[in-house]
């Protein structure tokens, strides 16, 4: 037997089983009605507590992340874990002259690691790294966002990169070391978080949960080969942190962005200040719908973070490319009750990642398109305690990424 014949064998049995396993997602709105939590102009106080006390997922939005996921790995079968339980622990940290961005993920039938370095002067990537392996076990995802660490070990005896969890100081150390770039670097938690959980096609034994901050103060070192050593003192981080029983068929569209110091300009005395902001946008994943009409009226994880303090943006957000979605600037828009949205982004540069053949013909499709870049525009949000107060943010040249994502895995 040829080597054609073997492989087309393969492929056609992997296409069999595949097709024997699938079961297709069904999907029903989520809406406030049936899941009041997730709905409402401010998260919940304290930490997320991820089920009740009658052992049910308690789904809903809260300011501190849970420590403890046990009941969201416990319930996945040994082909959950391998086909729908997915994790991963984005981290980036914007300084004034560096863009610095990791995204460690654990698919258990394959790992992902993609690092980034981006000169925010020169407009332009300076360093990046891309690690993929099937049934690969060198990354190891933290068992929570705030609990231990995330490391990359692609060889016996080396750590290329880790984020971990500093409970005294109530940061996070991010490391990288690299041939061509190390960096040491601390990311403070910030005094209020987005702990997500959520139920996927609207199966309240299908959650997502996702602990993400944006906005937190960050400094350290990164060197470069070829470039002097830099030392910032003033930076912005962000955090996503995810584990999720993935729907199969999956779309997203996100935003993330920082600004380590951006005016704020507050309605009450007409007062302006500099602040850490931050903001975490999407749509199509995480998202509300209305019961009534069958529109979807917002997504769950839309926040804003301004000095370290979380506002829901209850509204649908529209994130779109005008154009091609790695060289074209893209519009981020929204308007609804307490809040208004209006950005422009500009992209520097893209990831993207897509399928080939073969993959597609066993029905595994990832087609992945991630600009980094500017930000530059206004966002305008009522306090919650007193909605007749708003804070008008400024946004200048703040760096981060938008993304479009499709996949069937």
């Given at each position: ?9 393969v ?5 069999a089983v ?9 999907v ?12 409402g ?21 809260w300011?501190?992340?849970?420590t ?11 082909m ?19 863009f ?12 992902d ?6 000169d ?14 099937p ?34 100081t109530?940061?996070w ?6 041939t ?38 960050a ?15 003033r930076g ?38 500099e ?11 995480y998202d ?6 069958g ?20 509204v ?46 066993v ?22 305690a007193?909605?007749s ?21």
């Amino acid at each position: 037997m040829n080597g054609k014949v073997v492989l087309v064998s393969v492929l056609l049995l992997a296409v069999a089983v595949r097709f024997a396993l699938e079961q297709k997602d069904t999907v029903v709105p989520v809406t406030c009605t049936s899941f009041p939590g997730l709905c409402g102009p401010t998260n919940t106080e304290g930490k997320a507590p991820i089920t009740n006390n009658t052992g049910a997922f308690e789904y809903g939005r809260w300011k501190m992340p849970s420590t403890n996921l046990d009941p969201i790995r416990n319930i996945a079968t040994f082909m959950d874990k391998m086909n729908r339980l997915k994790t991963w622990s984005y981290m980036s940290v914007v300084s004034p002259k560096y863009f610095i961005a990791i995204t460690p993920v654990q698919f258990h039938y394959v790992e992902d690691v993609y690092i980034s370095v981006v000169d925010r002067e020169q407009e332009r990537q300076i360093a990046v790294y891309h690690w993929q392996l099937p049934l690969g076990r060198s990354v190891t995802i933290a068992p929570a966002g705030t609990v231990g660490c995330t490391y990359f070990q692609p060889y016996w005896g080396s750590t290329n990169a880790e984020i971990c969890f500093d409970p005294d100081t109530d940061s996070w150390n991010f490391k990288l070391n690299m041939t061509e770039l190390s960096a040491d670097l601390r990311v403070r938690k910030g005094k209020e978080a987005l702990a997500l959980l959520y139920p996927l096609g609207g199966d309240t034994e299908r959650p997502a949960y996702v602990h993400k901050e944006a906005g937190m103060e960050a400094t350290g070192t990164v060197r470069v080969s070829g470039q002097a050593p830099y030392t910032f003192s003033r930076g912005a981080g962000a955090l996503d942190w995810t584990l999720t029983h993935a729907l199969k068929d999956t779309y997203w569209r996100w935003v993330s962005m920082n600004c380590e110091a951006c005016e704020v300009t507050s309605t009450k005395d007409n007062t302006k200040t500099e602040e850490h902001v931050g903001i975490n946008l999407s749509t199509l994943v995480y998202d509300i719908t209305n019961q009534e009409s069958g529109k979807v009226t917002a997504s769950s994880e839309n926040m804003l973070w301004i000095g370290h303090k979380v506002f829901p943006l209850n509204v649908v957000m529209g994130i779109e490319p005008t154009g091609d979605l790695g060289t074209d600037n893209w519009r981020v828009t929204g308007k609804g009750v307490g809040c208004e949205v209006d950005l422009t982004f500009q992209p520097h540069g893209t990831r993207s990642d897509h399928t080939g053949p073969e993959m597609r013909l066993v029905g595994v499709i990832s087609d992945f398109v991630q600009p980094f870049g500017k930000f530059n525009g206004q966002i305008t949000v009522a306090d919650p305690a007193d909605n007749s107060v708003k804070y008008k943010v400024r946004i200048v040249d703040c760096y981060g990424v938008c993304e479009d994502h499709h996949s069937l895995w």
